[in-house]
Nanobody
Framework: QVQLVESGGGLVQAGGSLRLSCAAS????????MGWFRQAPGNEREFVAG????????RYAESVKGRFTISRDNDKNTVSLQMNSLKAEDTASYYC?????????????????WGQGTQVTVSS
């Protein structure tokens, strides 16, 4: 099992940047596919970005392509989400998640392990 703790959320103006981090503990971090999801009030939780075990393959939601970058450091047991050109519609709670699957999936049920989330608020 793996435990996940997110950090880095906050309040930022539209057009600004934030970097979210997720620290993992427990079983070998490099054995997990990692994902970032978000959930705005009244909305379902949605996939944002994912990265495979080695970090060599990534996948993004269309809404964040070209603005967000996911990366991981298997030596430090961390996964990060660099968010640039933020928009008001990016406002949400952001969650880090870990999957035992071999590749990146976008469905929530592919990720059995979740962090508690970190709030990102983008003011327009």
């Amino acid at each position: 099992q793996v435990q996940l703790v997110e950090s880095g959320g906050g309040l930022v103006q539209a057009g600004g940047s934030l970097r979210l981090s997720c620290a993992a503990s427990g079983r070998t971090f490099s054995s997990y596919v990692m994902g970032w999801f978000r959930q705005a009030p009244g909305n379902e939780r949605e996939f944002v970005a994912g990265i495979n075990r080695s970090g060599g393959s990534t996948r993004y939601a269309e809404s964040v392509k070209g603005r967000f970058t996911i990366s991981r450091d298997n030596d430090k047991n961390t996964v990060s989400l660099q968010m640039n050109s933020l928009k008001a519609e990016d406002t949400a709670s952001y969650y880090c998640a870990a999957s035992n699957r071999a590749i990146v999936f976008t469905s929530l049920d592919s990720y059995p392990y979740w962090g508690q989330g970190t709030q990102v608020t983008v003011s327009s």
